[in-house]
């Protein structure tokens, strides 16, 4: 039997052509190119986005979204692996010090380090690689495989079953105890950028963008409406630097079943202060000489007291929740935005610069009349060779020391971003020989 080991999600697959249970009927739809299609449900979004779901093999979501306009043909081949069960859904355990929830997911100890493009497990499938997206695609997310949230929710939900020992809200959540565990429930999925092996979001061009931040917010709305979903959380880490163990363009989403500490803190400043506190925050940068970029609808920065080497926030002008708020014009001003801040970023070095791009979201039910989304990028590089480590202060009391003023650190990305051209509709940026590796 063709035994394949998935280098992100540590299951083990097997090709369809080596169990006979598992090939498709011969009177089966097939595609172009002989393939047995998979029944899909279309959708249109916006700004011309096609949502096409579909589920893998063995029951997990699957969703393309096509570009407007896009080349791909409607039909999308089926998911013929034969696939290990998953695994059980983690257990968190509280940590009564902090009251912080600490998932265990201990199945994600098996993944491997950058594989080849031959390997690559975001790649579309091939005859030599039973991958995770079973035909070519402009943009795909699905549930990962080995999850740290998920795949059990609070209450049994499509394929996903009910939790033995769920959260039981947000009292339960915030209670105090010795010993105290739950079932780490909520959603863990992948959102594939490209079909191609090595790039970053940065890279895409200003349509893909667009793709993309039409299936975050629709990804956004489904994850939220999900049983004990608190907080949803779309992110991309990039870069061997961060731990970043795919050169594939790709980010994630964590539906969490709780409201996140850093949430958690940051209701307690708008406590402690007004419900109008990001306005405030926004009056305040826009005056300075921190911002870095601005548009109609938003504008970049480098924060106050930022404490990251290189740290910027992009925020939009007007209070809007999440990304399932935004206004058609907010989400296309944003693409070519957030594409020229991060060639901006780029641009500081001769490297391609890692970072964590976080889009904070309110909480699915608390905060959300006060509480923006908002863009926080974080880079711990500091110099062309020189990374900043988080030791002693840092990390064991939560006491920071900066380098660099945010002032300082604001005026270098500026220059950077005007040496950048302006993203177009249809071009992507290259890709340098450290994210081809």
Known sequence: MNMEIDPEFGAASRSAGADADAAPSAGAARTADGEPWAAAEVTELGA??????????DGRELVYYDDPGTALPAERSIDARVLDPRPETAMMRQDVLTGDWITFATKRQNRVMLP?????????QTAAN???????????????RSPSFGPALAEAAGTAPAALNPPRG?????????????????????????????G?????????????????????????????????????????AIGVTLPHPHGQIYAYPYVTPRTQRLRESIDRTDRSLFARILEIEQASSRVVLQGEHWTAFVPFAARWPLEVQLLPHRHVPDFTALSSEERDELAPVYLRLLRGVDALYGTPTPYIAAWHQAPVRLGREA?????????????????????????????WTA?????????????????????????HAATTPEETR
């Not at 011309?48 to 093999?57: D, E, K, M, N």
């Not at 039973?130 to 990962?144: H, K, Q, T, W």
């Not at 709305?221 to 061997?240: D, H, K, M, T, Y």
């Open 116 to 124: 080849s493009a031959d390997a690559d497990p975001l790649a579309p």
């Open 170 to 198: 947000q009292d339960d959540l915030e209670a105090l105890g010795l010993e105290r565990t739950r079932t780490s429930v909520g959603r863990c999925e992948v959102v594939c950028f490209s079909p191609e092996h090595a």
């Open 200 to 240: 970053s979001f940065g890279t895409q061009s200003v349509t893909r963008a667009r793709t993309v931040i039409e299936a975050w917010a629709d990804r956004t709305a489904a994850l939220s409406a999900l049983p004990g979903i608190e907080q949803v959380f779309p992110f991309e880490n990039r870069g061997e």
């Open 403 to 427: 380098e660099i003023l945010p002032e300082d650190a604001a005026a270098r990305l500026r220059d950077a971003i005007a040496s950048v051209p302006a993203p177009t509709a249809d071009t």
């Open 130 to 144: 039973p991958s995770e997206v079973p035909s070519r695609y402009d943009v795909a997310v699905f549930e990962n």
């Open 48 to 57: 011309g986005v096609v949502r096409r779901a579909t589920r893998l093999a």
């Open 371 to 399: 509480i923006r989304m908002r863009l926080e990028l974080t880079s711990p590089r500091r110099a062309a060779d020189k990374l900043k480590f988080l030791a002693g202060s840092e990390t064991a009391m939560g006491a």
